[in-house]
């Protein structure tokens, strides 16, 4: 657990009144808004005629720009359905805050023309995310397999609670592949006359060929009635089919009769608290639970790699698209842990799992997919209160920094997608908190919502100016990756690490002629000696000082909210004296922001003004706070450091340091 982390657990036991916290702290603040409808005002369009096909001639027409990185993914899985099962299948979002999901589909479907010319049928989902309702509508030929009752149950539980948030296009994506599945399924069972052109698909005959048990685990599939009308999550009366084992394999055993008898009971004690938390979070898609208990089935004979409380049930001979079952052992036996499985495994285009984060306690067992990146995403050890004891009382406190709250943790100890949501609510209500936008854009960019996490650094301004040049690469946007490090290069033209990403980004954008002068500067940098070019440090003690939003306190005599104590340290590693040009300091709070500006007159220099020497280091030891009480729960202080060697440019670093209550 890192200090931040650390202190963020504090901070969270004093938000579920296990240690004295200010009465309600964020009043002054207001409501925090419900979910924005992302891009509604700009985008919803005047009518449902400005949906035609004239104006997006794909199969997604994404007018509330709610999909997000998900619509590309959308329009290939739709021209899928065309190629498979001869159905023709239209993704529509729009904002319409005043039209119902049932008035508008039927309008949307004529105008689109959907399923016009399909040998099969047509198929629309839309999603109204003004008023957070979502539809699909099918052509007459597919009622009878399509039935209202299931297409409709899957708007409501699968597609309506995410419609107006940023991540419905993952819903669409899930409700899109369950739909394609069960059409097959059903074309396979004789219910749908499907043309022979169809049935001789590649998609066709590895479903038949999964429906008959071929290639593991023979599983009954439900019908459409029992889809319809089943409680997946119902909670079930004879758990010990599903019990917890004090053998890792024997949990992998019951793990497995779960996903076979699509046993979606979140409360199951075979899994871990935040696995729960998950699957309360998550509707239970049938068809890939079948596949992973197949695929589970199919990995046997198993093998447990186990290290002190943690456990991998993995395979020597694993199918293709094989998950590895990750354990804790809580009270002697073996829980499931869905959430470090998710967090950690990530799949490709190929359907293969590779490792993205290298620091979950399960690395130990999993060296076959990979190294990972190591990633700051620790569940909080909430001591001797719940998960849904903690988010209930931070959703009862309201405001920015408890929305804040909630989603990490949603994200860290649930692994929820929804934890996007009160990111994005802390971000709205505190426009000016770098943490809040920081944290929304960290988040998106780990689960792929690149948009979302461009969003997100922009509002940061300068200080996102590499993230999101890192964000435009990770989309093959080059061009625009280059273009975004231009302010922190005008800012520091000598620093290395951002020079070799404007290097690579311009041989990557073709830009080759760029890319070599990029290549000069460099070599002139590396042909420096090795101290020459360290930065300007700043320092703080200590690492992780207190807010202290309760009272004010007298400096001299003046008063100061929202107060800390803390020193601040300029080191100069480097073998050259630095002058400095300037220490500005600005705040970034959860109510508000604002900045002293140019402060390098507070530190005492021995070599001369504004002068450190080779090695030599400034200390200040300061109450820093407000002579007006900002309301700020949360306080980001940023030391934006300026300086120049002889005879080279300005040189700019920022160092931060966030603060919370005591």
Not at 336 to 353: A, Q
Not at 439 to 447: M, W
């Amino acid at each position: 657990m890192t200090r931040r982390t650390a202190f963020l657990f504090a901070l969270l036991l004093a938000l579920v009144g296990l240690v004295t916290w200010r009465p309600d702290p964020l009043a002054l603040l207001g409501e925090a808004p419900e979910p924005a409808a992302d891009g509604a005002e700009a985008a919803a369009p005047a009518d449902v005629s400005a949906l035609s096909l004239e104006r997006y001639p794909g199969r997604v027409a994404d007018a509330a720009s709610a999909l997000l990185d998900f619509s590309d993914t959308l329009e290939w899985l739709a021209t899928s359905c065309l190629e498979d099962l001869g159905i023709d299948v239209h993704v529509v979002t729009l904002a319409a805050p005043d039209l119902p999901a049932e008035t508008l589909a039927p309008e949307v479907f004529a105008l689109r023309k959907v399923g016009a010319d399909a040998p099969t049928g047509g198929l629309l989902v839309l999603l109204n995310p003004a008023r957070q309702e979502a539809r699909i509508e099918v052509s007459y030929t597919l009622e009878p397999v399509l039935t209202d009752a299931l297409v409709g149950r899957i708007a409501h539980d699968q597609l309506a609670p995410y419609a107006a948030y940023r991540f419905s296009g993952m819903a669409v994506m899930d409700a899109l592949h369950f739909l394609k599945d069960f059409v097959l399924q059903q074309a396979i069972e004789g219910r749908l006359d499907l043309a022979d052109a169809y049935r001789a698909r590649p998609a066709y005959i590895e479903r038949a060929r999964f429906l008959s048990g071929g290639g593991g685990a023979s599983v009954r599939v439900p019908s459409a009635e029992e889809l319809a009308t089943r409680d997946l999550k119902a909670r079930i009366a004879d758990r010990a089919r599903y019990a917890p084992s004090d053998r890792p394999e024997g949990s992998a055993e019951a793990f497995l009769r779960v996903q076979r008898d699509l046993a979606g009971d979140p409360s199951l004690e075979l899994f871990t608290e935040g696995s729960q938390c998950m699957r309360r979070g998550y509707p239970v898609a049938p068809y890939e639970e079948i596949e992973r208990a197949r695929r589970l089935e199919a990995a046997k004979p198993w093998r447990a790699i186990v290290s002190g409380d943690r456990a991998v049930v993995t395979s020597e001979s694993p199918p293709r698209g094989f998950v590895p079952v990750l354990l804790h052992r809580v009270d002697g036996l073996w829980r499931v842990d869905l959430v470090e499985t998710w967090k950690s495994l990530f799949f490709n285009e190929r359907g293969e799992y590779w490792l993205k984060n290298a620091s979950t306690p399960y690395a130990f067992g999993l060296g076959a997919y990979g190294s990972g990146e190591p990633q700051d995403l620790a569940p909080w050890d909430l001591g001797d209160s719940s998960i849904e004891e903690v988010l209930a009382s931070l959703a009862a406190r309201g405001g920015a920094l408890s929305e804040f709250l909630q989603g990490e943790v949603l994200f860290r100890n649930c692994f929820r997608a929804d934890a996007l949501a009160h990111y994005q609510k802390a971000s709205e209500s505190a426009r000016g908190s770098l943490l809040f936008s920081e944290t929304l854009g960290r988040r998106a960019e780990y689960l792929g919502f690149r948009r979302l996490a461009l969003d997100a650094y922009a509002r940061m301004s300068v200080y996102g100016a590499v993230d999101a040049a890192r964000v435009h690469a990770e989309r093959e946007d080059f061009a625009s990756a280059a273009r975004a490090l231009q302010p922190a290069l005008e800012r520091n033209p000598r620093d290395a690490e951002v020079l070799a990403m404007l290097q690579r980004y311009l041989q990557a954008s073709d830009d080759l002629g760029g890319a070599r002068e990029i290549g000069r500067r460099l070599d002139a940098l590396a042909a420096e000696p090795p101290r020459r070019n360290l930065p300007v440090g700043v320092r703080f003690d200590p690492p992780v000082p207190l807010l202290d939003i309760d009272a004010p306190t007298l400096v001299g005599t003046t008063r100061v909210f929202d107060h800390s104590f803390f020193r601040v340290t300029l080191d100069n590693p480097s073998d050259r004296p630095v002058v400095l040009d300037r220490v500005l300091l600005k705040t970034s709070g959860s109510a508000d922001s604002s900045g002293l500006g140019d402060i390098r007159g507070y530190w005492d220099y021995p070599s001369g003004a504004y002068r450190i020497a080779p090695g030599e280091s400034v200390a200040l030891d300061k109450t820093w706070g407000y002579t007006v009480d900002t309301k700020n729960e949360q306080v980001r202080y940023v030391f934006d450091v300026c300086w120049h060697g002889e005879g080279e440019p300005r040189q700019c670093r920022v160092t931060s340091l966030d603060l919370f209550p005591r």
